[in-house]
């Protein structure tokens, strides 16, 4: 009974961000705690009332910035006063300044903590490789060109963050 009661309270919800999205009350009024934000159906529709950049926004919000998302950055996003979001609408402008903010923040790094960023990237990454090959072929992986092939990547890239280092001082 609760799935058949599930469904219909789906198929109104979907009903209703129809119908506000054609009347005044448009979807950036919806509360957050009205809808189920881990339903990609109900995203999906919420973004058709949305421009590009909002629809962005929001699913950004979704899946990089709600606490209960698998992918949550780890900083809550929260307003001048310490309070978080409760409408869509709030939710996709402290999106954007966050976005924005980030931007500002990238752009004033210097270019070697940058590159230190990206070397630091494609060192997790050649590491996982590694790992993703002990797992699948077990101490024998050692022994492949793939394994060797990454040695020389992890060395060369250890060389490029040593040399950064002594070049900038970190």
């Known amino acids: 009974m609760s799935g058949l009661y599930q469904a ?7 009903l209703g961000i129809t119908l506000s999205s054609s009347c005044a ?3 950036k009024s ?3 705690a009205n809808v189920d934000l881990s339903d990609s ?7 058709q009332g949305l421009r590009g950049a909002e629809r962005a926004a929001l699913s950004t919000y979704v899946f990089r910035h709600r606490v209960q998302s ?15 979001p409760t409408t869509i609408g709030e939710a996709i402008d ?4 966050r976005q924005d903010a980030d931007a500002r923040r990238e752009a004033q790094k210097p270019v070697w903590a940058q590159r230190w960023e990206e070397l ?3 060192r997790d990454r050649l590491i ?11 101490s024998a992986a050692r022994q492949t060109l793939d394994w060797e092939t990454l040695e020389a990547s992890l060395t060369e890239n250890g060389r490029a963050l040593t040399n950064l280092r002594r070049v900038s001082g970190a």
Do not use: M, P, Y
Not at 8 to 13: E, L, M, S, Y
Not at 41 to 47: A, D, E, T
Not at 94 to 97: D, E, F, K, M, V
């Open 8 to 14: 219909w309270g789906g198929i109104v919800f979907t």
């Open 25 to 27: 009350n448009d979807v």
């Open 30 to 32: 919806i509360r957050l």
């Open 41 to 47: 159906s109900v995203v999906h529709k919420l973004g």
């Open 70 to 84: 698998a992918g949550f950055c780890g900083k809550k996003l929260v307003d001048h006063e310490g309070g978080g």
């Open 94 to 97: 402290l999106t954007i300044a």
């Open 120 to 122: 630091t990237r494609e």
């Open 128 to 138: 996982d490789r590694q790992g993703f090959l002990l797992a699948e072929h077990g």
